[in-house]
């Protein structure tokens, strides 16, 4: 005599939910404020990277480093740029992207569509833009 099968407890492909299996859906807090704030969203974003020196000392030597190598340079990485930043600062590389994106709206630079290969060691060669230099003048040659 056959032994009958038992019945599996697992619902079929094309069975409904059940309806107590069903998870409640979250709810809008009731206050209206977003479930992540601005500020824990930041430090989400920060958790286990260096700190970026958001200070104003900074920023100021990142622009006028900007502004210097776009002056001595047609074209430029970013790593090339941060042989002008004049003092010593413990930020993260991508602190020097704002300024970038300053000099951007200033004119000074504009972004190119080719890259190079970073110069960085830790980089590993990681592609960077070339920028153009917009105040760019050559140096001039003296005929005689």
């Excluded at 190079?116 to 990681?126: E, F, K």
């Amino acid at each position: 005599m056959r032994k009958p099968r038992s019945r599996s407890t697992q619902p079929g492909l094309f069975d409904p939910p059940a309806a107590s299996s069903r998870e409640p859906r979250a709810q809008p807090r009731p206050s209206g404020k977003p479930i992540l704030d601005l500020p824990e969203a930041r430090r989400r974003r920060d958790y286990g990277m260096a700190v970026v020196d958001r200070s104003e000392e900074f920023a100021e030597a990142a622009d006028r480093a900007v502004e210097l190598a776009a002056r001595h340079c047609s074209a430029f990485i970013v790593d090339q740029v941060w042989q002008y930043v004049d003092g010593e600062y413990s930020v993260d590389k991508r602190a020097m992207g704002p300024a970038m994106l300053r000099a951007v709206k200033a004119k000074l630079i504009v972004g190119s569509e080719d890259y190079r290969p970073s110069a960085q060691l830790r980089g590993h060669a990681t592609p960077r833009r070339i920028w153009i230099s917009r105040i760019y003048t050559a140096p001039r040659v003296a005929n005689g």
